[in-house]
């Protein structure tokens, strides 16, 4: 499975943005598919879950309320709705394929792929 993550960009404090990840090859449907970011010299931190079907998500505390994770199986692709951003949410964003079907073990567990990530910049 390969991953593509786009829709990063510079966005106002307070603004929105939606961020898109395209899985080629087998076995995505299968798949949890995760959002994990990175800031700049932070670690990389789990930011949302959804499952295989999409009829489960889980997310880190810091974007609870203010993203949604959600999945097209038929074409492929997980989305993260950015809404209310803050200069904090400033990272590079990956979105990453769990080896579990279900969030119990995705949220948690390993990653079996990554994609590469995008920016997102969020000015104050």
């Known amino acids: 499975v390969q991953l593509q993550a786009s829709g990063g960009g510079l966005v106002q404090a307070g603004g929105s943005l939606k961020l898109s990840c395209a899985a080629s090859?087998?076995?995505?449907?299968?798949?949890?598919m995760n959002w994990f970011r990175q800031a700049p010299g932070k670690e990389r931190e789990f930011v949302a879950t959804i499952s295989w079907n999409g009829g489960s998500t889980y997310y880190a505390d810091s974007v609870k309320g203010r993203f949604t994770i959600s999945r097209d199986n038929s074409k492929d692709t997980v989305y993260l709705q950015m809404n209310s951003l803050s200069p904090e949410d400033t990272a590079v964003y990956y979105c990453?394929?769990?080896?579990?079907?279900?969030?119990?073990?995705?949220?948690?567990?390993?990653?079996?792929?990554w994609g590469r990530g995008t920016q997102v910049t969020v000015s104050s």
């Open positions: 990453a394929a769990s080896p579990y079907s279900d969030i119990l073990r995705s949220k948690d567990g390993p990653i079996r792929y």
């Open positions: 090859g087998r076995a995505f449907r299968n798949n949890a």
